[in-house]
């Protein structure tokens, strides 16, 4: 099983980033797909997930900035990233869970994150 993040990197307040997750060595239609992010010295939280019939929800702190989706085809789920601000710095982390809505501590499988940066 590999979850593969890619897509952080440094932007300036304002500005957007895409998010990807390959997913492989599960099927991964049949799983519900989430976003989790942790910034220094906090614990880790939950930013989005989307069902594996493609429901979303996101945290209240999203405030209707980022989308969720995925690709069953590609296998791939994505976090796009728009108004971005500072305290949106944190590790992103891709994971999955699939018979029960993913919570921090109810994940099957952790992606190795990446890293987003934004600076004021």
């Known amino acids: 099983v590999q979850l593969q993040a890619s897509g952080g990197g440094l932007v300036q307040a304002g500005g957007s980033l895409r998010l990807s997750c390959a997913a492989s060595g599960f099927l991964f239609s049949t799983y519900h797909m989430a976003w989790f992010r942790q910034a220094p010295g906090k614990q880790r939280e939950l930013v989005a997930y989307v069902t594996s019939g493609g429901g979303t929800k996101y945290a209240d702190f999203v405030e209707g900035r980022f989308t969720i989706s995925r690709d069953n085809a590609k296998n791939t789920v994505y976090l796009q990233m728009n108004i971005l601000k500072p305290e949106d710095t944190a590790v992103y982390y891709c994971?999955?869970?699939?018979?029960?809505?993913?919570?921090?501590?109810?994940?099957?499988?952790w992606g190795q994150g990446t890293q987003v940066t934004v600076s004021s």
């Open positions: 994971a999955s869970r699939r018979f029960a809505i993913p919570r921090l501590n109810e994940i099957d499988f």
